[in-house]
C-alpha cells in the first residue's frame, strides 16, 4: 500500500487583480507551489457575482497550494489582516498526500 502523509490544503478566492497578494505571501513563508484556478461565478455575503470577460469586473480566482502545517500556519498568520481589505475566502483543510516530502 502507498504510505500517504497529511498536510494543509489551502485555498484562497481572490479577486484576480489581487492574486500577487496570497502568490507573495506565500512565497515569504517558504511556500514555492500553487495553482490559480478561473472562478466563473458564484454567491456570498453581497449577493451573485459572476465573470465578465468583456470589462473583466469581479474576474476571480482561486489560488490553491498544499504546505507543511508550519507554513500553512504562518501564510494563514500573514494573510489574516488582509481578509477584509482584499475581500480574500480563506480555508484550510488536511489532505493526504503520496510524496509529502514535496510539501
Known amino acids: ?3 500517504t ?3 494543509k ?3 484562497i478566492l481572490v479577486d484576480k487583480p489581487l492574486a500577487q497578494v496570497p502568490i507573495q505571501a506565500a512565497a515569504d513563508v517558504g511556500i514555492a507551489g500553487y495553482s490559480l484556478v478561473p472562478v466563473q461565478s458564484g454567491s456570498g455575503r453581497h449577493g451573485s457575482w459572476r465573470n465578465d470577460r468583456i470589462s473583466g469586473a469581479e474576474n476571480k480566482v482561486l489560488f490553491l497550494t498544499i504546505a507543511s502545517e508550519d507554513k500553512a500556519d504562518a501564510l494563514v498568520e ?3 489582516p488582509k481578509l477584509d481589505s482584499h475581500s ?3 480555508t484550510v483543510a488536511d489532505v ?3 510524496r509529502g516530502d514535496r510539501f
Open 96 to 98: 493526504q498526500v503520496v
Open 5 to 7: 502523509v497529511t498536510r
Open 88 to 90: 480574500l475566502l480563506l
Open 1 to 3: 500500500m502507498v504510505e
Open 9 to 11: 490544503r489551502i485555498e
Open 78 to 80: 500573514a494573510l489574516a
